[in-house]
């Protein structure tokens, strides 16, 4: 199982939106509306941003916002924050309950 | 609140195992699979596999096959990973996830535990 491929940096000034893609193949994102993104800071756990394509948990801003079209998901940032300079990765769920990562983006905040 | 609490750092020899553990609390232990993912020294996040606390079922991603044990004790509510014949390229963090209600999110992690090869 191949990692879903990320960019692997996005960049953007404060109060802008960016949007960061995640593309897999008609195994994975392509075929299940169960992808979830992450955000992870230097050191720390991942913690759940978005998941089944694009629903956001308690707790979350809404200024994180997710979509899908065909094999390709998207995570979008709008109005741009200091605080969401991290690395973010999207999941995906495969064929024999399998999931897989995507390669991970650094977002940096100009 | 929904903890996962994991061992501390581990420092192997090649060729040696490693069992990490991940205690769960606030939460009914069973009722969610957990998950373990690898993390490599600046690299990205490596789904392992999962287990079903509740019937010890397992599902390993195909690159750990062979090297990789999930287990579980529902009397302390705790997730165990081993990970076998160790190099080091396995040196890296290595975190438990537990599934959200949605069933494919992970939506609460242990603080991860470093394993040094």
């Known amino acids: 199982q191949s990692a879903l491929t990320q960019p692997a940096s996005v960049s953007g000034s404060p109060g802008q939106s960016i949007t960061i893609s995640c593309t897999g193949t008609?195994?994975?994102?392509?075929?299940?509306?169960?992808v979830s993104w992450y955000q992870q800071r230097p050191g720390k756990a991942p913690k759940l941003m978005i998941h089944?394509?694009?629903n956001r948990p308690s707790g979350v801003s809404n200024r994180f916002s997710g979509s899908k079209s065909g094999n390709t998901a998207s995570l979008t940032i709008s109005g741009l924050q200091a605080e969401d300079e991290a690395d973010y990765y999207c999941?995906?769920?495969?064929?024999?309950?399998?999931?897989?990562f995507g390669t991970g983006t650094k977002v940096t905040v100009l | 609140q929904v903890q996962l609490v994991q061992s501390g750092a581990e420092v192997k020899k090649p060729g040696a195992s490693v069992k990490v553990s991940c205690k769960a609390s606030?939460?009914?232990?069973?009722?969610?699979?957990i998950h373990w993912v690898r993390q490599a020294p600046g690299q990205g996040l490596d789904w392992m596999g999962w287990?079903?606390?509740?019937?010890?079922?397992?599902n390993y991603a195909q690159k750990f096959q062979g090297r990789v044990t999930m287990t579980r004790d529902t009397s302390i509510s705790t997730a165990y990973l081993e990970l076998s014949r160790l190099r080091s390229d396995d040196t890296a963090v290595f975190y438990c996830?537990?599934?959200?209600?949605?069933?494919?999110?992970?939506?609460?992690w242990g603080q991860g535990t470093l394993v040094t090869v």
């Open positions: 996830a537990k599934v959200g209600s949605s069933w494919y999110e992970f939506d609460y």
């Open positions: 606030g939460y009914t232990f069973i009722d969610y699979y």
């Open positions: 089944d394509v694009s």
């Open positions: 008609s195994s994975d994102v392509g075929d299940y509306n169960y």
């Open positions: 999941t995906s769920y495969a064929s024999s309950s399998t999931y897989v």
């Open positions: 287990i079903n606390p509740n019937t010890g079922g397992t």
